[in-house]
């Protein structure tokens, strides 16, 4: 019996090791691509091709952000894509800029132009050590066995604080330092990258198609009402926000497709309880990236799970970007979407 239980015990630590060797090397670097076809309403910019790209999260250099590149770089080669919208978290820290630099310089020309919002990433870091209170570490000079124990105490409460919020998908903030999002904005600005903070603009050569873009809800300044002022009033609108929660809001219902990121899917997916954490956004633990047809006004919304992630894991989750072919027809008649397809 005891020889049992000891295999089994075994056999669960072998399992659990390779799971999460498998969610830290199997699927990160793997960067599907998947497709929509969507009609506006009036059939607005029908025909045009979009590339979504969202949640680089790029990082120091390493072997998975070698392989994203270069893979991102064989997907989008032959796209032709129209229009490129980013819906934010290039970076996950400062040693991310020269990927972002690269992304940009290998991605396809864009004939209508590419356009870009900004994620909490993109002005943030966040430190996982506050996950600990650093009591324990601070009271090593005492010898009062009581001291060292309520300090012990005092981090494991603050490391189970934190397992219950992601238990309960609650929104998640840790100390933070602070990225240099100037020379983000620097390097979008090079490359022709537009960036919509609270701000609208017609697609050129579509008057009757318009972008809108806004803040991140978290660390930026967000201004609803700004970014969707002076859009006439039959105008298809195509919405960038990096956090799908600001779909919901009321001033929103003037979109017409909303583009969206932040969750990264859930990234651990495990079957029968679907995604661990969706960044505490309001999304559902089974739906936490994809098509979504419940948003206010038009009712149509795109979440990606994202290019990168935040805690280097992915399980069932695997990273994407998306190309979207607007379709003729009308989109308050036809909901639109066609087919995902994953390759
Ligand atoms: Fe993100």
């Known amino acids: 019996m005891k020889k049992l239980l000891a295999g089994l015990s075994g056999l669960a630590f072998l399992s659990a090791m390779a799971g999460m060797l498998y969610a ?91 356009y870009a919002v900004l994620g909490n990433h993109d002005y943030v870091e966040y430190s996982y050590r506050q996950l600990f209170t650093g009591a324990w570490q601070s009271s090593a000079a005492s010898r009062e066995p009581g001291v060292r124990l309520k300090a ?53 050569e579509f008057p009757n198609l318009w972008l809108a873009g806004v803040d991140d809800p978290i660390e930026g300044e967000v201004d609803l009402v700004k970014a969707f002022a002076g859009i006439p009033a ?44 969706t960044q505490g956004t309001m999304l559902p633990r089974d739906h936490p990236a994809g098509y979504f047809d419940d948003v206010p006004g038009d009712g149509k919304m795109i979440v990606s799970r994202g290019m990168g992630e935040s805690t280097p894991l992915r399980f069932r989750c695997p990273p994407e970007i998306i190309v979207i072919d607007l379709a003729p027809g009308d989109g308050n008649r036809d909901r639109g979407l066609r087919i995902a397809l994953n390759r």
């Not at 602070?178 to 701000?199: M, P, S, V």
């Open 24 to 114: 830290w090397a199997g699927e990160r670097p793997r960067i599907f691509l998947r497709r929509y076809r969507v009609a506006l309403p009036g059939g607005a910019g029908a025909g045009i091709r979009i590339l979504h790209l969202s949640d680089q999260h790029f990082g120091p250099d390493d072997w998975v952000r070698r392989r994203r590149l270069r893979r991102l770089q064989e997907l989008t080669a032959n796209l032709n894509p129209d229009l490129i919208l980013f819906t934010g978290d290039f970076l996950h820290n400062d040693t991310g800029l020269d990927a972002v630099e690269a992304m940009l310089r290998t991605l396809p020309p864009a004939r209508l132009g590419s």
């Open 234 to 277: 039959e105008a298809a609108v195509i919405y960038l926000t990096h956090n799908p929660d600001l779909a919901y809001a009321p001033e929103a219902a003037r979109a017409s497709l909303t583009l969206s990121g932040h969750t990264h899917g859930g990234q651990v997916v495990l079957p029968g309880l679907g995604a661990i954490h």
């Open 152 to 204: 012990l105490f005092s981090d494991i409460r603050s490391v189970a604080q934190v397992f219950w919020q992601i238990y309960r998908n609650d929104r998640l903030r840790f100390a933070c330092i602070a990225n240099n999002t100037d020379e983000l904005k620097a390097l979008l600005d090079l490359y022709d990258i537009r960036l919509l903070q609270n701000e609208s603009i017609p697609v050129p």
